[in-house]
T-cell receptor, first 113, second 114 residues
Framework: AQSVTQLDSHVSVSEGTPVLLRCNYS??????LFWYVQHPNKGLQLLLK??????LVKGINGFEAEFKKSETSFHLTKPSAHMSDAAEYFC???????????FGKGTRLSVIA | GAGVSQSPSNKVTEKGKDVELRCDPI?????LYWYRQSLGQGLEFLIY????????KSGLPSDRFSAERTGGSVSTLTIQRTQQEDSAVYLC????????????FGSGTRLTVV
């Protein structure tokens, strides 16, 4: 079975400072991992995905994540936060084949001017 | 269509009534998923359809919930005898074949049971 733990329910950063959203996963298989973002009253948007290729994955809007098997982590980072990054972020894991994606509980990112 | 379409976008219903939520996936996507997002919670998997295979109903919270997918395209999620705890945003997603390529989500149906 797969699971993800998002270590922070809320992260607050100042505009222009780095962002770190932490995620640990558990999977019986070689996992595929994703980050999704949900802006207020908007749908879920795929930020980036890891599917056993390069361990450092670059996504949209300057975000990236690094797959670390030894630490079972897939943390999301961005060098410089922008006000428009304020949203809910979900770390997601998939097992093999067509098993449904399993979502973390989300991390709410606030960006302070 | 260009994206996953869900209707209605908002639904207010009285406790005890039945509701039907509709999902129109991206054309050609064989996999379709229903999730539920309650306030302050992550996404809870409900049910999954893949082609002509029997659906994976393992996430349905009670027998008041059911879903069907006609002709491998449009899906309807039905909640019978709604309860206040059913209030949530119900999200539908589709995928070309399975999980590895990621899902495209619809904007959801916000269900409020009063």
């Amino acid at each position: 079975a797969q699971s993800v733990t998002q270590l922070d329910s809320h992260v607050s950063v100042s505009e222009g400072t780095p962002v770190l959203l932490r995620c640990n996963y558990s999977s019986s298989y070689s996992p595929s991992l994703f980050w999704y973002v949900q802006h207020p009253n908007k749908g879920l948007q795929l930020l980036l995905k890891y599917t056993s290729a390069a361990t450092l994955v670059k996504g949209i809007n300057g975000f990236e994540a690094e797959f670390k098997k030894s630490e079972t982590s897939f943390h999301l980072t961005k060098p410089s936060a922008h006000m428009s990054d304020a949203a809910e972020y979900f770390c997601v894991v998939s097992g093999s084949g067509n098993t449904p994606l399993v979502f973390g509980k989300g991390t709410r990112l606030s960006v302070i001017a | 269509g260009a994206g996953v379409s869900q209707s209605p976008s908002n639904k207010v219903t009285e406790k005890g009534k039945d509701v039907e939520l509709r999902c129109d996936p991206i054309s050609g996507h064989t996999a379709l998923y229903w999730y539920r997002q309650s306030l302050g919670q992550g996404l809870e998997f409900l049910i999954y359809f893949q082609g002509n295979s029997a659906p994976d109903k393992s996430g349905l919270p009670s027998d008041r919930f059911s879903a069907e997918r006609t002709g491998g395209s449009v899906s309807t999620l039905t909640i019978q005898r709604t309860q206040q705890e059913d209030s949530a945003v119900y999200l539908c997603a589709s995928n070309p074949t399975g999980g590895l390529s990621g899902y495209t989500f619809g904007s959801g149906t916000r269900l409020t049971v009063v």
